[in-house]
């Protein structure tokens, strides 16, 4: 066979690349067979001797990346035909919504009103009109209340457009860029490189057929982890050339069959996810239809995400959710509506960041007004996050999405249960069941009144009183751990706890700042506690508690006052009768107030009347004496006259003083907790604490005006009208009481002195027992 020579003059001719270049170069490309062709001809003899055989195996013919006609009328020129996306020639059908069937008939109104009116040739202007308007504001009431479902319906308009219908609307160049360098190009996915006002930008985005043919060759929007691995290298592409990423996200979900998921489809999308957060760019997505679930977020990890005004964003769709929580497809409008899956529902939970609009009737009804305000909402966000250095960017998309999630607190849990889920369990772990408990309470009320109205042994009283009230504390103590959590204060408590730990073990003052937030987390818990929803059956066991203790602390005082009556008894007996002296003085005593009541003398003389007051005085001291010693308190109790009845007596006087002395005390003990001095305060100790042993001057001038301010700020508060003016009044009656009782100095006045020198007189010695001097 004949070979073809090589010579230098076969080898001229323009260069591969060369015939790659853009159109706009002003170079176009020479089809290798022209050359051949005109290399050939310059020998003919030659060519009479030579013949080129070639087999050519046959293959299926690609469209691109260069087709045989193109369209000079396409915006972007030749190179975006590099995309299998092509203008359709013909309109789509319209398609009717369940939702928009009344707008239809008047839409068939209009037209056969304007048919009548053309085959008639009358005028029927005035109707025509009427009912376009009807139509005008039947289509914007409907537009303006749409429900969720319905707006999921929009999203899925088979007529809606597609991101390449954007992106060719918006961009004056765009180049798809193809494949993921491991062996296949997913068609369900698009990127490439366009130009906005000049700007450059990588486009990325799923994208959906217009008709069946092109939605089975893009698999109906759905990626395969070859789609996902494409996005991402042409992310770090983005990334290395310093273009920002726009990315258009219309898909129900990622692809989940059985060969993609062999391929890694959750690796390919979680790989995303993390590069997306690392890029140096900004990154904007925007939800043109609907983003299903981890599919969409694989592409939509941006500093900013816009909606479409009918576009849908879920974790699951409406159907599915339906399926699951209520078995039934049917009731797919019910889980729109829960699941906030709409754009104004996505903004309040801070999701989204703005909504662009569309016109009304949905983004199919007019595609050129829709992308040219998706053009407006990118050229304006993206002014905004270029302006930002590369740090503040990447911190900008990190707190974006740590804000998601939030939650409320104090709000009580709905009671009513939800059909076919699981219910939470009522109890905690441990807790009595409230009736249980009733139960309980009434039999050791029962226990206790028996052994009050019967004078028996109420030792097996006692001791259940005790038993319910350890029990009763356990149940407060589940109640409050329980309230702390419904009411969503729990992880502050863990974390305010741990701190004051941290303060104790470090043996360190409390800080000003940590007393201020246990204070406030108090104020916070106080207030939110009547919404806990176990709010009744804690007040209930909170009440028996208190009802509990206070029994329990008056049978303690009972039975301490009954020993100790038992105790002054005895040391009595032995004082009064353990001495054969004051015995026989007594014994005496007794016999001369016999005698003399047996002579029947009403009237005795002044000697007898003396020597059995003398008798008497000399008993009363003595016994007084020695109860002082043993530690009593003794006191002369004298017959009262009709002065001593205007005055106050004893007892009267002490508990006026106490209750004065109480309130004193409570008056300092608020001021001293206000907020103000309580600070001034903890300044002190911590001055204290830094001065040492041996303070300095200037740390001894500080602590001394710390102290002069705190007494100041103490003193004001004390220092009421209303209690001086008690304090007055209490002045005037102890110096009365002092007068009438002749001193407070612990000594017996003589008779004599009080009672016009009559030696004789009804006074006794009054004894009062103190345990703490015993």
């Not at 299903?292 to 879920?314: H, Q, T």
């Not at 149940?475 to 305010?496: C, H, K, P, T, Y």
């Not at 001055?687 to 005006?705: H, L, M, S, Y």
């Amino acid at each position: 066979m004949a070979t073809l020579p090589h010579s230098p003059a076969a080898l001229t001719g323009p260069k591969a690349s060369d015939l790659l270049r853009s159109s706009s170069s002003g170079i176009s490309g020479i089809p290798l067979r022209t050359l051949g062709r005109k290399q050939l001809a310059g020998s003919s003899s030659r060519a009479r001797d030579l013949s080129i055989v070639a087999k050519v195996r046959k293959v299926k013919k690609h469209e691109y990346p260069w087709p045989d006609d193109p369209d000079p009328n396409v915006k972007g020129g030749v190179l975006s035909h590099l995309s299998h996306f092509k203008p359709m020639k013909e309109r789509p059908k319209p398609v009717t919504l369940d939702f928009e069937k009344p707008l239809v008939d008047l839409e068939r109104k209009i037209i056969d009103v304007r048919k009548m009116a053309n085959d008639t040739g009358l005028d029927f202007t005035d109707q025509i009109v009427s009912l376009e308007n009807k139509y005008q504001q039947a289509l914007k009431d409907l537009y303006t209340h749409l429900t969720p479902i319905q707006r999921v319906n929009i999203a899925r308009h088979p007529n809606r457009p597609t991101f390449l219908d954007h992106v060719f609307s918006i961009t004056e160049k765009f180049v798809e860029l193809h494949g993921d360098r491991a062996g296949y190009d997913d068609p369900a996915i698009v990127t490439g490189i366009g130009t906005i006002d000049g700007k450059r930008y990588m486009f990325m985005g799923h994208q959906k057929g217009r008709n069946t043919k092109e939605n089975i060759m893009r698999n109906f929007g759905m990626p395969t982890p070859h789609g996902y691995r494409k996005a991402l290298r042409m992310m770090y592409y983005a990334d290395h050339h310093g273009f920002p990423i726009v990315t258009f996200i219309d898909t129900p979900g990622a692809f989940a069959d059985l060969k993609s998921e062999e391929l890694g489809q959750g690796e390919a999308i979680a790989h995303n996810l993390r590069t997306m957060f690392g890029l140096k760019v900004p990154i904007i997505s925007i939800v043109i239809g609907e983003g299903g679930s981890g599919g969409a977020l694989a592409i939509g990890c941006a500093n900013k995400l816009l909606m479409l005004e009918n576009a849908v964003f879920y974790v699951a769709s409406p159907e599915a959710c339906a399926a699951i929580l209520w078995k039934t497809a049917k009731a797919s409008p019910k889980a729109a509506e829960k699941l906030k899956i709409t754009a104004n529902e996505l903004c309040k939970l801070q999701i989204c960041d703005g909504i662009i609009p569309e016109p009304l009737g949905g983004a199919h009804a007019d595609p050129s007004w829709t992308s040219q305000q998706i053009k407006k909402a990118i050229i304006e966000s993206m002014d905004e996050l270029t302006k930002l250095d590369t740090e503040n960017l990447l911190k900008h998309r990190n707190l974006k999405f740590r804000k998601l999630g939030g939650f409320q607190e104090g709000i009580p849990i709905d009671p009513k249960r939800k059909v076919n889920m699981k219910k939470k369990e009522e109890s905690v772990s441990g807790k009595i069941p409230v009736i249980e408990l009733e139960n309980e309470v009434e039999k050791v009320k029962k226990q206790i009144f028996k052994a009050m109205e019967s004078s028996a042994d109420n030792k097996p009283s006692e001791l259940a009183l005790d038993e319910m009230i350890t029990k009763l504390k356990r149940e407060v103590d589940l109640e409050f751990s329980e309230a702390i959590n419904s009411i969503g204060l729990g992880d502050r408590i863990s974390m305010l706890r741990e701190e004051f730990r941290k303060s104790n073990s470090e043996q360190q003052l409390m800080h000003p700042s940590l007393m201020d937030k246990i204070e406030k987390l108090k104020n916070e818990f106080d207030q939110g506690l009547s919404t806990a929803p176990n709010y009744g059956n804690l007040k209930y066991k909170l009440d028996m508690l208190n009802e509990f203790s206070k029994v329990k602390s008056i049978s303690e005082r009972n039975n301490k006052a009954q020993e100790l009556k038992q105790e002054m008894n005895e040391k009595l007996k032995e004082i009064i009768m353990g001495r054969p002296e004051r015995k026989e003085k007594i014994e005496e005593l007794k016999a001369e107030i016999q005698k003399l009541r047996a002579s029947g003398i009403e009237n005795p003389d002044r000697e007898t009347k003396e020597r059995i007051g003398r008798m008497k005085r000399e008993i009363d001291v003595e016994l007084a004496n020695d109860l002082k010693s043993l530690g009593f308190d003794v006191e002369v109790v004298k017959p009262s006259t009709k002065q001593d009845d205007e005055q106050v007596s004893l007892p009267e006087l002490k508990a006026k003083v106490e209750t004065l002395k109480e309130e004193t005390n409570k008056k300092i003990e608020d001021a001293i907790n206000s907020p103000h001095i309580k600070n001034m305060i903890q300044l002190l100790k911590v001055e204290v604490a830094k001065a040492g042993t041996t303070p300095d001057p200037t740390a001894r001038n500080k602590i001394e005006a710390l102290e002069n301010q705190i007494k100041q700020r103490v003193a004001a508060a004390v220092s009421s009208p209303d209690l001086k003016e008690k304090h007055v009044q209490l002045s005037v009656e102890v110096s009365k009481t002092v007068e009438s009782l002749g001193g407070l100095d612990g000594t017996f006045k003589d008779a004599d002195q009080n009672n016009n020198g009559s030696p004789h007189d009804d006074s006794r010695v009054e004894i009062n027992y103190d345990a703490n001097r015993v």
